[in-house]
């Protein structure tokens, strides 16, 4: 079983629809994080938790909202998804050490028509 | 803030060496990653380099000039399966979170 795992991996879904993107991790980490990858743009961040009671907004976080369920769960979610959200969403964790490297899940393709 | 900068495309023949450059300027900073990123799939982590000077892993080595704001990946003996995107990214002071670049796309020809 994959370390940090991410669900659903694939979601076609129409402008206005609510949308989850589920995150878990078996790593133990403290740390989590929720990117968006674009063409070209590379990898962005949109929230990140460093523990349960810590969510802070990263550079991109308008349209988006976060829940941190359990110290193994992040869920990123879309209250009404437009087609510029249309990217390739990937969770990551790391500890709270902070020189060790981010683990990626295998990342959520969302496509919103 | 923090701008990263990389380039945009490399191409290079199977067996051959390619160095591939990130340029950084960042009002903070704790180290650098680099990370291997195959089409469609997870980043996967190749380095990580704190100190000025190169590290050393196999194939693949790493070098960082704090002063300069500039650190390059190295690939030797260049395999068809290096054919993927490199991306730089910063981890700054305070936050402890890592900002990427935009990414190098290598391409690796017979």
């Known amino acids: 079983d994959a370390d940090v795992t991410q669900t659903p991996r694939n979601r076609i879904t129409k402008t206005g629809k609510r949308i989850m993107l589920e995150c878990s991790q078996t790593k133990g980490h403290d740390r989590m994080y929720w990117y968006r990858q674009d063409p070209g743009l590379g990898l962005r961040l949109i929230y990140y938790?460093?523990?349960?009671?810590?969510?802070n907004k990263g550079e991109i976080s308008d349209g988006y909202s976060v829940s941190r369920q359990a110290q193994a769960k992040f869920s990123l979610s879309l209250e009404s998804a437009i087609p510029n959200q249309t990217a390739l969403y990937f969770c990551?964790?790391?500890?709270?050490?902070?020189?060790?490297?981010?683990?990626f899940g295998q990342g959520t393709r969302l496509t919103v028509v | 803030g923090q701008n990263i900068d990389q380039p945009t495309e490399m191409t290079a023949t199977e067996g051959a060496i390619v160095q591939i450059n990130c340029t950084y300027q960042?009002?903070?900073?704790?180290?650098l990653f680099w990370y291997q990123q195959h089409a469609g799939e997870a980043p996967t982590f190749l380095s990580y380099?704190?100190?000025?000077g190169l590290e050393e892993k196999g194939r693949f080595s790493s070098f960082l000039s704090r002063s300069k704001g500039y650190s390059y990946l190295l690939l030797k003996e260049l395999q068809m399966k290096d054919s993927a995107s490199y991306l730089c990214?910063?981890?700054?002071?305070?936050?402890?979170?890592?900002?990427f670049g935009t990414g190098t796309r290598l391409l690796v020809s017979p």
């Open positions: 990551a964790t790391s500890d709270n050490q902070g020189y060790t490297e981010a683990f």
């Open positions: 380099n704190v100190l000025d």
């Open positions: 990214a910063v981890q700054n002071t305070g936050f402890q979170k890592l900002v």
């Open positions: 938790s460093f523990d349960v009671k810590d969510i």
């Open positions: 960042t009002s903070g900073f704790n180290g």
